[in-house]
C-alpha cells in the first residue's frame, strides 16, 4: 500500500485558473508535509512547506493541510503557462529518521 | 542558503562497468544523505538512508551490494552503482538532510540529479 497518493493526472487548467492539486497520506504520524515541483529532468523545487492544520499561503501558492482527514492540498492561483510540471507531494516519516516519503505526482499542463 | 553539488550531472556507460556519483555540501555539514531513484514518469523512491561515519540503511528491495554507499565525510557522500546493467538507468538524485537555521529549504537539500544511462 502507498504511504503517499496523489492524482496522477494528467491536470490542465487555462492560462489564469486555479490549479488544485490533493494528496493523502497514511502515516498518522508524520508531522511535515512538503509540495516540490519537478521540470523534466531536473531535481524537484520547493514549493511550499506545512505543518500546522490549516492554510498556508505564499504569494500564488496556499497549502491546506488537515491531519485528521490525513489530506494536504495544493492551490495555484492566477496560474501561468511555467507553473506547468511534475508537483510531488512529499511527506516526512515518523520516528528519528524523518526520511521524505513521494507521492507519484500529478503533471500539470497550464495552456496558454 | 544550503547547497548540494551533484556530479556527473549525466554520465553514460557500458554494461558491467562501475560508476561513481558524488554529492557535496558546500556549505554546510551534512550528517544525513538520502539517495533516490528516478524511473521515467515516476516518483522519487528512497533507496537508501546514509549517516557520516556509518553504514547506509537500505531500503527493501535495493541490494546494497550493487549500490554502493560511501559517507566517510560530513561534506561528501557517494553512490557507486557496480556492475551496471541498462535496467540501471535512471534517475538518481540526493538530499542532504538541512541544519536547523537554513530555513529556505526547510530540512532537505536536493542535489542537481544524475542521469545514469547503461549501454
Known amino acids: 500500500q502507498k504511504e503517499v497518493e496523489q492524482n496522477s493526472g494528467p491536470l490542465s487548467v487555462p492560462e489564469g485558473a486555479i490549479a488544485s492539486l490533493n494528496c493523502t497520506y497514511s502515516d498518522r504520524g508524520s508531522q511535515s508535509f512538503f509540495w516540490y515541483r519537478q521540470y523534466s529532468g531536473k531535481s524537484p523545487e520547493l514549493i511550499m512547506f506545512i505543518y500546522s492544520n490549516g492554510d498556508k499561503e505564499d504569494g500564488r501558492f496556499t497549502a491546506q493541510l488537515n491531519k485528521a482527514s490525513q489530506y494536504v492540498s495544493l492551490l495555484i492561483r492566477d496560474s501561468q503557462p511555467s507553473d506547468s510540471a511534475t508537483y510531488l507531494c512529499?511527506?516526512?516519516?515518523?520516528?528519528?529518521?524523518?526520511?521524505?516519503?513521494f507521492g507519484s505526482g500529478t503533471q500539470l499542463t497550464v495552456l496558454p | 542558503g544550503a547547497v548540494v553539488s551533484q556530479h556527473p550531472s549525466w554520465v553514460i556507460c557500458k554494461s558491467g562497468t562501475s560508476v561513481k556519483i558524488e554529492c557535496r555540501s558546500l556549505?554546510?555539514?551534512?550528517?544525513?544523505m538520502f539517495w533516490y531513484r528516478q524511473f521515467p514518469k515516476q516518483s522519487l523512491m528512497l533507496m537508501a538512508t546514509s549517516n557520516e561515519g556509518s553504514k547506509a540503511t537500505y531500503e527493501q528491495g535495493v541490494e546494497k551490494d550493487k549500490f554502493l554507499i560511501n559517507h566517510a565525510s560530513l561534506t561528501l557522500s557517494t553512490l557507486t552503482v557496480t556492475s551496471a546493467h541498462p535496467e540501471d538507468s535512471s534517475f538518481y538524485i540526493c538530499s542532504a538532510r538541512t541544519p536547523p537555521g537554513q530555513h529556505k529549504n526547510y530540512g532537505y537539500t536536493f542535489g542537481s540529479g544524475t542521469r545514469l544511462t547503461v549501454v
Open positions: 556549505d554546510f555539514q551534512a550528517t544525513t
Open positions: 512529499a511527506v516526512t516519516t515518523s520516528g528519528s529518521a524523518r526520511q521524505l516519503t
